[in-house]
């Protein structure tokens, strides 16, 4: 069974960087391609990037350019996302997701990681 | 435009229909993917590539797409339907997000 889990919550000032790690089992890590989503409190899904774990290709929005980037040990299976220069408005619930090529849907998501930063 | 119009809220009668759109100029171009999120929940995909459903999901659940919209029905509507629903499709290397859906099972 394809299973994504993600680390556990994190609580960091403003200024601060976070890094999120995404552990897959149940398939081949290197397979596919894994994105990042978030979702602010009340609000809806907002895209931050992908990665390929066979090649390390990554990209980006256009709104994090710059300030996030993914990466992966494909001897752990694991896949992260880091996160910098924190403002209150980075607090939300952080996704990663599969994808199953070659068209770019989300099947499994993991479990999402709350990440807040106090104003 | 580039974004993805989603209704903010849709409500159906106990065991009616619900459609669920989702707008864009030409989606009907591209493959379009709806999500499930009950709250406190990771999403769930629902549909993928306009109208197929994963192992699992209910044959309730269908999906067509073309022109300009995208549609998401749910049939005979059970009360575990509840949930917003997020439309997504893929674009310019670029994922989108529909702005998502309640649905409420009166």
């Known amino acids: 069974q394809v299973h994504l889990a993600q680390s556990g919550p994190e609580v960091k000032e403003p200024g601060a960087s976070v890094k999120i790690s995404c552990k897959a089992s149940?398939?081949?890590?290197?397979?596919?391609?894994i994105h990042w989503v978030r979702q602010a409190p009340g609000q809806g899904l907002e895209w931050i990037g992908w990665?390929?774990?066979?090649?390390?290709?990554?990209g980006y929005a256009q709104k994090f350019q710059g300030r996030v980037t993914v990466s992966r040990n494909n001897a752990l299976s694991t896949a992260y996302m880091e996160l910098s220069s924190l403002r209150s408005d980075d607090t939300a619930m952080y996704y990663c997701?599969?994808?199953?090529?070659?068209?770019?849907?989300?099947?499994?998501w993991g479990q999402g990681t709350l990440v807040t930063v106090p104003s | 435009s580039s974004d993805l119009t989603q209704p903010h809220s849709v409500s159906v009668a106990l065991g009616q229909t619900a459609r669920i759109t989702c707008e864009r100029n030409?989606?009907?171009?591209?493959?379009v993917h709806w999500y499930q999120q009950k709250p406190g929940q990771a999403p769930v995909l629902v549909i993928y590539?306009?109208?197929k459903r994963p192992s699992g999901i209910p044959e309730r659940f269908s999906g067509s797409n073309s022109g300009n919209v995208a549609t998401l029905t749910v049939s005979r509507a059970q009360a575990a339907d509840e949930a917003v629903y997020y439309c997504?499709?893929?674009?310019?290397?670029?994922?989108?997000f529909g702005g998502g859906t309640t649905l409420t099972v009166l």
């Open positions: 997701a599969r994808i199953v090529v070659p068209v770019v849907y989300f099947d499994p």
């Open positions: 149940g398939y081949s890590f290197t397979s596919n391609d």
């Open positions: 990665l390929n774990p066979n090649s390390g290709e990554t």
């Open positions: 030409n989606i009907g171009r591209k493959n």
């Open positions: 590539n306009d109208k």
């Open positions: 997504q499709l893929w674009d310019n290397m670029t994922v989108l």
